[in-house]
């Protein structure tokens, strides 16, 4: 009796092992497929920054990742937006289309960082010719976009969806009298044949940690709007300024009048805003009072109402304070990104499952962020949400370090490996493949 009591229970437990490790092994784990694909993400990064390529100039880029999403057995569709490429993973259960999403193009800096994979690449940019180099990271989110194709193809008979592999050209801008990025994606019918139902993006970042993640729900980073004011006066010597109409003079009244724009007509505990100068062109000579200024800035805003307010404004402002001095100002403004604004209910699900990967002390909500993304256009279209990786050295003050478009810009290459795992269980929990 006891001899087959135990003999039983022995085969019980057995089955039961059997049963068990088969369970877990039938679940994706992020971290083991990332453990496989860590040295050809690192080799690719690497690869990427010795060749760095500007805006709608990115071929080999898109040649690099082509390549590799075809030896994963994907559907690839190449030249949108010029140099964009498009990859569908269709998962083995029915289900939803997410999207991921990483930016390739490279911005008219010369480095300065001392790496045996340091760029040497020249362009010719606005006329001149300029070094150039992945000073915001591009490079990194094309490889660890990359990483995460490979580890989701491993796994796709698990995958309850699609996903929609997105490697877009021109983040920073398309070349003058060009169109180019997310908007032009989805002008040419990214989302036309089927919208994801969800968008992912990832950013690094040099002002955390290695590894911190940075993720805020809701209005996350400004729109970005340029604008340009011509005051046309009328020209005289600058020994009879009642001989002419002044157009600097006029300037430096639109100048100091504008910053009442946020001191004094926006609800700024709605949302913060900046309107900055950036240049004054005008005159020549010391004694004469030139014929024209011109004035360029930038508007940056958290919410689209006040985004148009303040555009509003502004002309109207510069209208006036030149007609106050006999001058005429020109007002263009030229709409650029949208406000990158993540979706609260997504956030607030993915929020413990990038915890899982970094723990909780390493997943932050970062204040607002003034800068601009045109991941934004992608947020406007579906549900998105974009967060940051930290890649400065644990060693180091984030704080005091290069910054993003820097030339010395410095990537930590373990911090890829977090990206690459984070991206992935995202994923995988969007397409009901993780626990």
């Avoid at 094309?142 to 989701?152: D, K, Q, S, T, W």
């Avoid at 990967?357 to 998105?384: R, W």
Wanted: aromatic share 6%; charged share 20%; proline share 5%.
């Amino acid at each position: 009796m006891r001899l087959t009591s135990l003999a039983f229970m022995l085969v019980s437990v057995f089955a039961s092992s059997v049963y068990s490790s088969s369970t877990v092994a039938s679940v994706p784990n992020a971290a083991e497929l990332t453990a496989q694909v860590e040295s050809k993400v690192i080799a690719w990064r690497r690869d990427l920054h010795q060749h760095p390529e500007l805006s709608n100039r990115e071929f080999r880029t898109s040649k690099v990742i082509e390549k590799h999403l075809k030896s994963l057995g994907l559907e690839v569709q190449t030249g949108i937006a010029h140099t964009g490429v498009v990859a569908i993973l269709k998962g083995g259960k029915p289900g939803p289309l997410i999207g991921l999403r990483a930016d390739m193009d490279a911005l008219p800096v010369t480095e300065v960082v001392d790496l045996p994979f340091a760029s040497k690449a020249t362009d010719t940019y606005r006329g001149q010719k300029v070094g150039v180099m992945h000073a915001c990271g591009h490079d990194t989110h094309v490889a660890m976009l990359m990483g995460v194709a490979e580890n989701l193809v491993k796994v796709q008979d698990t995958l309850a969806g699609d996903v929609m592999f997105i490697f877009q050209p021109a983040e920073e801008g398309a070349p003058e009298g060009e169109q180019g990025g997310a908007e032009l994606m989805l002008k040419e019918g990214l989302f036309a044949k089927r919208k994801p139902e969800q968008v992912f993006g990832m950013h690094v970042t040099s002002s955390m940690p290695t590894g911190m993640i940075g993720l805020r729900s809701g209005p996350a980073m400004a729109s970005e709007d340029s604008f340009t004011i011509k005051v046309l006066g009328r020209q005289t010597h600058g020994s009879r300024p009642w001989g002419g109409v002044d157009p600097i003079v006029a300037s430096a009244q639109i100048i100091n009048s504008v910053q009442t724009i946020i001191s004094r007509q926006v609800d700024i505990t709605k949302a913060p805003a900046v309107v900055s100068f950036g240049a004054i062109n005008g005159g020549i000579r010391s004694n004469i009072i030139p014929d024209e200024v011109e004035l360029i800035g930038t508007i940056r805003t958290f919410d689209q109402d006040m985004r148009a307010d303040i555009k509003v404004k502004l002309a109207e402002i510069a209208t006036n304070a030149a007609k106050t001095l006999g001058a005429t100002a020109v007002t263009e403004i030229q709409s650029g990104y949208p406000v990158t604004v993540n979706n609260p209910e997504l956030v607030s699900k993915m929020r413990p499952v990038i915890a899982s990967v970094v723990g909780d002390n390493m997943l932050i909500e970062p204040g607002l962020i003034t800068g601009a993304e045109d991941f934004s256009y992608y947020a406007l279209e579906t549900p998105g949400m974009f967060f940051f990786l930290g890649v400065t050295p644990t060693d180091k003050d984030a704080s005091q370090v290069a910054s993003n478009h820097s030339p010395a810009f410095y990537v930590d290459e373990s911090a890829l490996k977090v990206g690459v795992q984070t991206m992935t269980q995202v994923a995988l929990t969007a397409l009901g493949a993780a626990q």
